[in-house]
Structure formats: C-alpha cells, structure tokens
C-alpha cells in the first residue's frame, strides 16, 4: 500500500457494467486522446532521485519500470476488475502465467490445493507436475460433485480451484457451495471464468475469492493476443501477487493489454451474440442422427442447466461440444477427424473466445497431453468435438458440420 496513490477516471460511483467496460480506467493524458493511449515504453523517467527512491519503496505510487506497472496494463486491470467487481486485478502475459502466479504468490511447500479434474489440461499439468516438485500437493475431484471437495478438504488446503463452465464438457460447478467449503476450512476459492467472461458470470457474487482470466480468450475476442489476469481484493492482489510479479516477470505487454483493453469494450455484446449462435447450434446438433451427445448448459437437457442458468445470467455461453458415434474409440476419433476435416469455415484450431467459430478435438490437442486415464476421469472421449462458437452466421457453421455429419 502506497500513500500516493494513482489517480483514478472521474466516473459516477453508480456508473454501470456497460459503461465501466468502454470508460474504466485512468484519466486522459493532457493531449485528451479518445481511445486510451499505449504506452510502449519499459521504464519510466522520474523528477529527481528522492522522488525515485520514494517510488522504488512504495511510499508513492507511480509508473517505473513495465515489469512491475505500465499505465496500458493499468487500464486493462481497473476496467476488468470493474467489470468483475472486484478491487483489484493483475495483469499476466498468458493465462497459464495468471494460474502460476496465483499458486507462487498464495502457498509454499506442505500446502495443499483441491482442484477439478475437469479444469484445462495445462493447470492439472502445472499443479501436479510443476508446483508437485516444489512440495505444493493437489487432489483432484469431480467438477460437479461437492461431496468430493468437501472430502478432500485437509488442514493444510490452502485453496480451491474450479473451472466453470469446464473445457470442453461445460459441466457447470456450484461456485456458492465451494466457496462455502473454502471457506470453512480456512482457504480461498479461485474460479477460472474463461468460459463466461464477467459479461456472463461474476464468480465474487457466489463467494469466490479470486477470478483467474486466460485473456487470450473472450476478454480480446478475436483471436489477436496471449494475455491473463486474477481478479480479486487488493489486499491478496497487491499485497501478495503483485510483490510475486515484480521478481518473476510473467507481466502484460503493454501492447497486449492495449488489444484486450479495447476488446472489454464489445465483451458483452459479443458474449449475447456468441451465446445466442451456440444455443441454435447446439439445438440443431440434438437433431443430427450421428451425433450421440451434446454438450451446452443453455440446453435443458444440460444435468446442470438449472445452476448454469442461475450462474451465468440465464445464458449457455458459446461453447458448445458433442460427440460423433462410433462404436469403439478408434472409429469415433476416425468419424471426429472426418467431421473436422470436413469442415470449410471453422477454423481447426485449439483455441476459443474468437469471433471466428474454432473446430477442435480435444482428446488430440488441448488435453492430448494428459494419461487416457486422466482424459477419461475428466470424460473426455476420442469421438469428442468442441465448437467454440463465433459470430459466422450459425446457419453456414451448420452447413459445414452436416457436410462430415451426414458421411458418418
Ligand atoms: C479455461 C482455460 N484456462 C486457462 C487457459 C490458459 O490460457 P492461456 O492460453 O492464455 O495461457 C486456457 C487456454 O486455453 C483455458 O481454456
């Protein structure tokens, strides 16, 4: 905490979500420039030496060196933290780098973290795998089972990670229960909210403690840059994070928080209109004969729809998976490949969030890394394809998947 402290946008308190998202931020320069600045630069010059010492040991807050702060990256964080009302947010250079900082930042070896097997293949690698070498423990349970976490609770659990809705089963977690859990036991909830955005869903009104962000997703929107961020109260924020990333370095390019900075600003609307095509989709993927299963909370038949609905501001989000029939695993994965190849629009790619519809198989790519073992405890068969739902014209997005559909 600093006694001088940066100064603020001169907004109405009560100014809402949607004007938070295109005005948040920092005050103009004095050039009064429109659409926020970008400040390309590393360091910072300051007035004189004291001031300089003064601002190295945080008796004044400033702008000094872009590893620790940049007024780009700034922007970025005061508008997503108003949009997931939250105090403070840190920026990352990826979402992984968000996940690695939380963990750095909050335990240390002997601690214990409880975590859904469902969450993105990368996180279950990097707590088991890389924070296991450091002496950091991780139990994995059933996305949607809160008996699981409750069960798996220790004295040393330091922190709940969930990840909801999942990737790429969209089951949907009850963020109020585990945070009643966490919170019992004296530890935090972070909820990774990739999936929804906070134009969606705002974890902190279920009682999460933190809100991890993979920018690269739905906060850019279109595909452009590799960003992350926690969400959270300034006290864990600043007083724990930010002192991590000063020393580890996994901080915002200026020029990333820039894109994802203007990408907040049609967040919600993209979240409306993406949501809107998933749901058609995942509508008319219920009618296709060769398609076993369909995957989206915005469909009733979702067993977790009713939760979904009340968590993410009655929207089903725009993902949307299924899976191709195929009697054994081999020609499932035989069937998923001639469907993905089939395809003309949708880009095959791992990514999502963008505004051009992505077509992957996740048993191959985003989870291919993990054990057959791991990829079926988080139900993830070979006959899978996720649709990560853009603004095409869902009617086109259609007539691409029937082209392969239709040869099965
Ligand atoms: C749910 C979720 N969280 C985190 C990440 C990691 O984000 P990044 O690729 O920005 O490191 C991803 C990436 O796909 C993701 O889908």
């Not at 390019?253 to 907040?264: C, D, E, Q, Y």
């Not at 929207?315 to 054994?328: E, L, N, P, W, Y």
Request: aromatic letters at 6%; hydrophobic letters at 40%; a negative charge.
């Amino acid at each position: 905490m600093t006694d001088k402290r940066i100064p603020r946008v001169n907004l109405p308190p009560d100014a809402r979500p949607d004007t938070l998202a295109v005005r948040e931020g920092l005050p103009r320069t004095p050039w009064g420039e429109n659409s926020e600045a970008l400040f390309l630069t590393s360091s910072f010059v300051q007035p004189d030496a004291a001031t300089a010492a003064a601002r190295f040991a945080n008796e004044e807050e400033a702008f000094i060196y872009s590893r620790f702060s940049n007024p780009t990256v700034t922007m970025m964080e005061r508008r997503l933290a108003a949009l997931e009302g939250t105090e403070a947010c840190i920026g990352t250079a990826s979402g992984m780098a968000a996940i690695m900082l939380l963990v750095m930042g909050l335990l240390k070896a002997g601690d214990h973290v409880v975590c859904s097997q469902s969450v993105f293949g990368s996180t279950i690698k990097l707590l088991q795998g890389e924070f296991g070498k450091f002496g950091v423990q991780s139990t994995f349970v059933s996305q949607t089972d809160v008996g699981e976490w409750r069960a798996a609770m220790r004295p040393e659990t330091k922190l709940l990670f969930a990840e909801t809705p999942s990737n790429p089963l969209t089951e949907v977690c009850d963020i109020r229960a585990l945070a009643e859990i966490a919170h019992a036991g004296g530890a935090l909830l972070a909820v990774d909210n990739c999936f929804c955005s906070p134009a969606l869903q705002r974890p902190v009104e279920f009682g999460a403690d933190l809100v991890i962000h993979s920018g690269t997703k739905y906060l850019d929107g279109q595909g452009r840059v590799m960003a992350g961020a926690i969400c959270g109260t300034a006290d864990v924020i600043e007083g724990k994070l930010t002192p991590v990333l000063r020393s580890a370095g996994m901080s915002l390019s200026p020029f990333n928080a820039w894109v994802v900075l203007k990408g907040l600003e049609t967040l919600s609307i993209r979240m409306q209109a993406q949501s809107a095509r998933a749901l058609a989709l995942a509508r008319w993927l219920q009618e296709q004969p060769a398609v076993t299963r369909v995957y989206y909370p915005g469909l009733p038949s979702h067993p977790q729809h009713e939760l979904a609905m009340a968590q993410q501001a009655g929207c089903g989000g725009a993902v949307v998976s299924f899976i191709a029939r195929g009697d054994t695993p081999e020609e499932a994965r035989r069937n998923a490949f001639a469907v993905i190849d089939a395809t003309r629009i949708c880009s095959i790619s791992a990514n999502l969030g963008d505004t051009k519809t992505i077509i992957t198989h996740p048993a191959s790519t985003s989870h291919g890394r993990l054990t057959e073992e791991q990829r079926l405890a988080a139900g993830i068969t070979q006959g899978m394809i996720r649709v990560a739902v853009g603004l095409d014209d869902v009617e086109d997005i259609e007539t691409d998947l029937a082209r392969g559909l239709r040869s099965l």
